[in-house]
């Protein structure tokens, strides 16, 4: 739960972080500030959230990758600089060959 509220605190930032465009703050999108006592975003409220700010900023990518056990959608969001979700694929490479000591040769 906590990581929970530090994630919304933190995309709560990064929505200010870009004044030129308008992110949508949590406190706007589930109707209550983040950490509010007896207040939670379920996760259809979080998913949605998530999917509007993929829309909203360069700097997010939402993916659904597949379901969960109940059938709700199980998403990978990466939150980076535009420059670096454009070569996502190429960082993604690197860090295959860095995890995998098969794919790398020795330098001589």
């Known amino acids: 739960m906590k990581r929970l509220i530090v994630a919304l605190l933190l995309l709560?930032?990064?929505?200010?972080?870009?004044?030129?465009?308008?992110?949508?703050?949590p406190t706007e999108?589930?109707?209550?500030?983040?950490g509010t006592d007896?207040?939670?975003?379920?996760w259809k409220e979080l998913t949605a959230y998530y999917q509007k700010l993929s829309t909203e900023s360069d700097r997010i990518r939402y993916e659904e990758v597949g379901k969960t056990t109940e059938g709700r959608p199980f998403v990978?969001?990466?939150?980076s600089a535009a420059e670096n979700l454009a070569n996502l694929d190429h960082y993604l490479e690197i860090q295959?060959?860095?995890?995998?000591p098969r794919l790398t040769k020795p330098r001589s």
């Open 96 to 100: 295959k060959k860095l995890a995998d």
């Open 29 to 34: 999108a589930f109707g209550f500030q983040p």
């Open 38 to 42: 007896r207040k939670l975003a379920d």
């Open 76 to 79: 990978v969001l990466t939150i």
């Open 12 to 25: 709560s930032n990064f929505a200010f972080a870009a004044p030129a465009k308008q992110i949508t703050s």
